[in-house]
Nanobody
Framework: QLQLVESGGGLVQPGGSLRLSCAAS????????IGWFRQAPGKEREGVSC????????FYRNSVKGRFTISRDNAKNTVYLQMNNLKPEDTAVYYCAAHKITVHSMCLMVLGDYWGQGTQVTVSS
């Protein structure tokens, strides 16, 4: 069964950090662009960051540039999202997805062939 599983969400104070993980089972992530997306209550799902399969291309939405870092460990079949200096507006359910398209297309058009179930990130004092 092809599956993506997110983990690492939780409750954190403003200015804090979290690292999200996206682990794949049933297929290898090596040949896929992987993206992190988020959806806050009452809002549309949006692309946060996407990383290409092999050429090093990375996309970040403007609001997370300098605070979030995406990385992948193909040996572990896992992609990470390190989130620093978190803000209340980062509160959302975070999803990872896999697709064989460019990072810009994936993140800007919110596309994915496979999706995880999501992990809640809450930034609050």
């Amino acid at each position: 069964q092809l599956q993506l599983v997110e983990s690492g969400g939780g409750l954190v104070q403003p200015g804090g950090s979290l690292r999200l993980s996206c682990a794949a089972s049933g297929f290898t992530l090596d040949y896929y662009t992987i993206g992190w997306f988020r959806q806050a209550p009452g809002k549309e799902r949006e692309g946060v960051s996407c990383i290409s399969s092999s050429d090093g291309n990375i996309f970040y939405r403007n609001s997370v540039k300098g605070r979030f870092t995406i990385s992948r460990d193909n040996a572990k079949n896992t992609v990470y999202l390190q989130m620093n200096n978190l803000k209340p507006e980062d509160t959302a359910v975070y999803y990872c997805a896999a697709h064989k398209i460019t990072v810009h297309s994936m993140c800007l058009m919110v596309l994915g062939d496979y999706w995880g179930q999501g992990t809640q990130v809450t930034v609050s004092s």
